[in-house]
């Protein structure tokens, strides 16, 4: 099996900086989509960030410029590094990794989610 593991959330004041990692295990040949989402309190799951394995990436209006999505597909892992955090930055945010497993199989997980709050 392909199992995510995320870390790096945590409590941090408004202009801060958090980074979050999450790394893959397990039988990978390749990783093919890499992105980041995010649910806060009352609100639907949305995409904060792509990378492609080619490593084109894209970016929710609200992050541009803010947070930077990067992989090291040595270690199969992703990071997001979110500077300049706002309040409304607060979410559980998810990892998601697409890829093949083998030469002939996908897979598509989601890592259990980390706490980001951004406070005061």
């Known amino acids: 099996q392909v199992q995510l593991v995320e870390s790096g959330g945590g409590l941090v004041q408004p202009g801060g900086s958090l980074r979050l990692s999450c790394a893959a295990s397990?039988?990978?040949?390749?990783?093919?989509?890499m992105g980041w989402h995010r649910q806060a309190p009352g609100k639907q799951r949305e995409l904060v960030a792509t990378m492609t394995s080619g490593g084109s990436t894209n970016y929710a209006d609200s992050v541009k410029d803010r947070f930077t999505i990067s992989r090291d597909n040595a270690k199969n892992t992703v990071y997001l590094q979110m500077n300049s955090l706002k309040p409304e930055d607060t979410a559980v945010y998810y990892c998601n990794l697409k890829g093949y497993r083998t030469l002939m199989y996908r897979f598509d997980n989601w890592g259990q989610g980390t706490q980001v709050t951004v406070s005061s």
């Open positions: 397990g039988s990978i040949v390749s990783i093919r989509l």
